[in-house]
Structure formats: structure tokens, C-alpha cells
């Protein structure tokens, strides 16, 4: 019987099809071949060279996330912030100005419910308009937001001022990473989601510099500059996006082929027509199959279908990666400055501890490239969050005896260990995954859910660890790490049980391994059939 074609892959010749399990089979023309034979043996030395205006362009755009960071690490460090307490605080008990547990919690998780709304609108948003539009509505959007933060005469105000800000920043939070996945090869896919976390750690090490070099001021600037400097990103990263290219995945899902083509022209190099790298006919080639292979086995393009069928499973993973962030403690991290400061540091000296926190964190992100290279996503997950849960038990146990200034020392201390290891394992490798595990025609939805799951568990971590820290409130201190580290042993039972290693596959072998629902031990070595058809072509020649 002759197999069904998609109406959305144009042949000109084809020499296989590649059956999905209980459907009509979907005939793979030779140009998609061509490419997923060729990405799937392309070293990630060559990707770099051929793809290095899309590793640009994608640098460019996760740049917006570096907002992001700064903004988080800006309204936690300034709950230690002198100037910023007297201003909108009152008079503690131990002699300090200070604000309330409940204002604390108001502030962070004012964010953490704009980027709830933000997320959910980037969902349908860019999926309509395409990802530069969209991006460059939200810069346009942050630059008005700073006027209520830089003006806020009163804490109500500053409240109200981050939930808006929250909204352009959850559009950043996963808008950056589903470009990324789509304008680069599966050689360099990691790299370049992992950026991602670089860009917010660099936020935070830049958000934690300004306060430092500030935070001698005794004025109203020494809070308001660091406000104002958030207009300093939307404008040039603005100008750039309008230059940037178009997801060349945006573009098939819109039926617009041939935008595709000049796309993917403009996020490569004119040596890209070689024998082994593909020509970006044969990407779209493969672009397109992928999406008519996923339309074969029923995805749609709602939030709904993220549920339905073998896409649960998916949304799944993407959720409980990035729900692990939040479960693993890794709260705690904007908290040190607030340690030091109880083991005695005078102010200035704590600031530069956490100088040195994000410092390590930058560091972390680096050895984490070079660390996925050899181990894989999985085995960097799991072995990260069992290393997080032990560093989260010894704070729990060093804090037993009575509060004292060597306690918190050894606390701070183990909170910046705590960095480098997260930051080199669950906190950029969980980009890549979430980004890697939806099917390409729910990537920018189930994405929007997972960071969403995150956004949620924030509100709750937002909640209660400034009162787990507020010495007028519950006062745990390092015993915290009791309550966190078991709940990073949870999330380290499941990785280990349902998460599955997406190193090397294409996106469409991805599709065919869920598909077949491959159990997760098995998603490694398992083989899909979409190269024997490429290496059987070659042995009959």
C-alpha cells in the first residue's frame, strides 16, 4: 500500500518512511534524511563554525534573562540593604531596620506571580507573532515598569512594581531558551540552553557588584540607581533583536517554507552547502518532516494536547526538572549575604562574599559544558541534586547547637559550595532538558507550563523562607536545610526513575522514542530506525 504523505513536506524524491506505532507511515524525502543523517554525525567543533551567527543571534536574545537575575538578586539582597530599610521598613527587635516577613514575602512573590502571567501570555503570544516580535514587545514594556520600581514612594508601590515587572520577565524566561533550541544543530543544542542559566547568573553577579560599590551611600540613590539601572538593557538588546532572524521552527509551523530557508541562510555560514553538513533545504526538509511526523502521532498545538497521549509523559519531565530547581533549596542561595551578616561581617564584606557566590556560580556554568560533554544530561542531574541534598543535610546538622557567629560562618560557607554544584549541574542542565524534551510543535507550551510549575513552587519557597530566616518570625536558620534537603532526596528518586538522556537525538528520533514509549534507562542506546534508512542508502551504493 502506498504510505500517506503529509501535505506539509514537499517530495521531490523520497527513499523511506519511518512508521509511528499505530499510524500511517510518514514518507521522509531525501532532503530530510540528508539532514538527520548529517546532524547526527556533525562534531560539535564544525557546528560551532558552520552555526556561529546562530550561536550570536541566540547569545543576543538570552541576553534579556540577564534581567532576569539581576532584578531577583536585587529586591532579596536589598532585604540587607541599610539605606533600602530605613527607607521602607520599620525598627526590628534586634535593633535593626528592617522589613516584615509578610512585606518580604509580598515583594518576591509579586515577581513570581507576574511571571506566571507573563509565561502563560508567551505561550500565545509568540507562538502567533513569532518569538522577535514578541520579545521586542516586552523589552519595550520593561522600560516603562522601572518608572514605578525607580519612583515607589512606599513599599505598596515597590510591590505593585514587581508583579508588572514579573510579566516581560517570565516572556524572557522561556522565550530565550526555545530560541536557542531551534536555530542551533543537536551537536551544540546544550550549549547553547545552558547559556541561559550563565545569562541569570551573570545577573546576579552584576546586581550584587552595584549594591556593593553602592552600598556606602547614606541617600535615597543607593537604592534608586540600581532601580535605574534596568533601563540600561531593553534599548540595545531591542535594536538587535529587530535584526535577528526568525526561528526557522516558528516559521513550518506557519507554513511559510521559504522564510525558513532564508532564515536558516542567515544563521549560517556560506560553507554550509558541503557534503557533510546540511544545506538549509535539507534542515527545512527535516524541519518540516518533524513537524508532520508529530502530526501523525496526534500533537496538536493547545495546552490541552500537552496532556494527551505520549506528550503527557513529556510535559511531565519538563515540569519535575524544573520543579526540581525550586524543591532542591536553591532559595537559600539569594539568603547568604543574611548569614554573613549574622556571623558578624559588617555589611560591605557581605556583600562581597556574595560577589564571590555568583562569581562561583559563573564558574559552575562553564564546567558545566565541559561536564555534559562526557556524562550526559541525566547523569550531571542526578548526581547533582544526591550532592545538593547531602550539602543541605551537614547545614541542617551544623546548626543544631545554639545560633553563634562560627554557625553562620560555616553556613555561609557551605551555601557557596552549594552555588558551584548547583550551578554546574541541576541549574543549567535543567534548561537543556525542559527545552529538549517537548515534541517541536508543544515545545514553547509545555515549556511555559514547566517554568510555570516553577513560577508556582516560587511563590510558596517566596513564602515561607523569610520567615524560616526572619529572627522575628519562625528563626530556623540553617536547620532549613533538614526540610529542603529531604525534598531534594524526592526529587532525586525521580530523576532517577522517569528521566530519560536526550544527548545526541534529533528531535524527530526524540519524537519516535516517546512514540514507543522507551522505558528511561533505555533512551540512551536505543535505536530509533531513523539512520538505518540513510545507512542501508549508502551500503546499496
Known amino acids: 500500500m502506498e504510505p500517506e504523505k503529509s501535505a506539509n513536506i514537499e517530495h521531490v524524491e523520497t527513499h523511506g ?9 510518514v514518507v521522509v524525502s531525501t532532503e530530510a534524511q540528508a539532514a ?3 546532524e547526527a554525525t556533525m562534531p560539535a567543533l564544525q557546528a560551532f563554525k558552520v552555526y556561529r551567527k546562530a550561536v550570536a543571534w541566540s547569545i543576543l536574545m538570552s541576553c534579556a534573562i540577564i534581567m532576569e537575575g539581576y532584578d531577583v538578586v536585587l529586591i532579596g539582597s536589598f532585604f540587607a540593604y541599610p539605606q533600602f530599610n530605613e527607607k521602607y521598613g520599620h525598627l526590628m527587635s534586634d535593633g535593626s531596620y528592617g522589613l516584615d516577613a509578610k512585606w518580604q514575602a509580598a515583594m518576591t512573590n509579586a515577581m513570581s506571580c507576574g511571571q506566571i502571567i507573563g509565561v502563560f501570555l508567551n505561550g500565545i503570544i509568540s507562538e502567533r507573532f513569532g518569538y522577535r516580535r514578541t520579545l521586542m514587545g516586552c523589552l519595550g514594556t520593561t522600560i516603562g515598569f522601572v518608572f514605578i520600581l525607580f519612583f515607589a514612594p512606599n513599599v505598596q508601590t515597590l510591590v505593585v512594581g514587581e508583579l508588572l515587572m514579573g510579566v516581560p520577565l517570565g516572556v ?10 531551534e536555530v542551533c544543530p543537536v551537536a551544540i543544542r546544550a550549549y547553547l540552553t545552558t547559556y541561559v542559566n550563565l545569562c541569570w547568573v551573570l545577573g546576579q553577579l552584576i546586581a550584587s557588584g552595584v549594591l556593593k560599590g553602592l552600598q556606602t551611600r547614606t541617600d535615597q540613590w543607593a537604592y534608586r540607581i540600581p532601580f535605574a539601572i534596568q533601563w540600561a538593557w531593553p534599548v540595545p538588546i531591542f535594536v538587535a533583536v529587530w535584526f535577528a532572524p526568525e526561528s526557522p521552527w516558528w516559521l513550518v509551523r506557519q507554513d511559510r517554507r521559504e522564510d525558513a530557508v532564508k532564515s536558516l541562510n542567515r544563521l549560517t555560514t556560506a560553507t554550509i552547502a558541503s557534503a557533510d553538513v546540511p544545506s538549509a533545504d535539507e534542515t527545512v526538509a527535516m524541519i518540516a518532516y518533524t513537524n508532520a511526523l508529530e502530526k501523525q502521532i496526534e500533537t496538536g498545538t493547545s495546552y490541552l494536547d500537552c496532556f494527551r497521549s505520549v506528550d503527557l509523559r513529556r510535559t511531565e519531565i519538563a515540569c519535575a526538572v524544573w520543579a526540581a530547581q525550586s524543591l532542591c533549596g536553591s532559595g537559600l542561595m539569594g539568603y547568604s549575604t543574611v548569614f554573613y551578616q549574622r556571623a558578624g561581617l559588617a555589611v560591605s564584606q557581605s556583600f562581597t562574599m556574595s560577589l564571590v557566590q555568583y562569581a562561583i556560580g559563573v564558574v559552575g556554568t562553564f564546567a558545566s559544558w565541559t ?7 541525566r547523569t550531571l542531574y542526578v548526581c547533582g541534586l544526591a550532592a545538593l541534598a547531602a550539602i543541605l543535610f551537614v547545614i541542617g546538622f551544623v546548626s543544631i547547637p545554639p545560633a553563634s557567629t562560627s554557625l553562620s560562618w560555616v ?5 557557596l559550595v552549594y552555588t558551584f554544584i548547583y550551578d554546574s549541574t541541576v541549574g543549567p542542565v535543567c534548561f537543556s532538558l525542559v527545552a529538549e524534551m517537548p515534541s517541536s510543535r508543544l515545545r514553547t507550551k509545555t515549556v511555559v507550563l514547566a517554568r510555570n510549575v516553577y513560577n508556582v513552587l516560587n511563590l510558596v519557597t517566596g513564602i515561607i523562607i523569610p520567615y524560616m530566616l526572619n529572627v522575628d518570625a519562625w528563626n530556623w536558620r540553617g536547620k532549613s536545610g533538614f526540610f529542603w534537603g529531604s525534598l531534594c532526596v524526592c526529587c532525586l528518586v525521580w530523576s532517577f526513575f522517569r528521566l530519560p538522556e536526550p544527548k545526541g537525538r534529533s ?26 534508512v540513510g545507512r542501508d542508502l549508502k551500503n546499496d551504493v
Open 17 to 25: 518512511t519511518i512508521p509511528a506505532p499505530g499510524h500511517a507511515e
Open 36 to 38: 538527520l543523517d548529517k
Open 172 to 181: 524572557y524566561q522561556t522565550l530565550t531558551v526555545t530560541y536557542a533550541t
Open 371 to 377: 561536564m555534559m560533554t562526557y556524562f550526559g544530561r
Open 411 to 415: 553556613t555561609g560557607s557551605m551555601l
Open 507 to 532: 528531535y524527530a528520533e526524540l519524537d519516535v522514542l516517546f512514540e514507543r514509549r522507551v522505558k528511561t534507562r533505555e533512551f540512551r542506546k536505543a535505536d530509533t530506525g531513523l539512520l538505518d
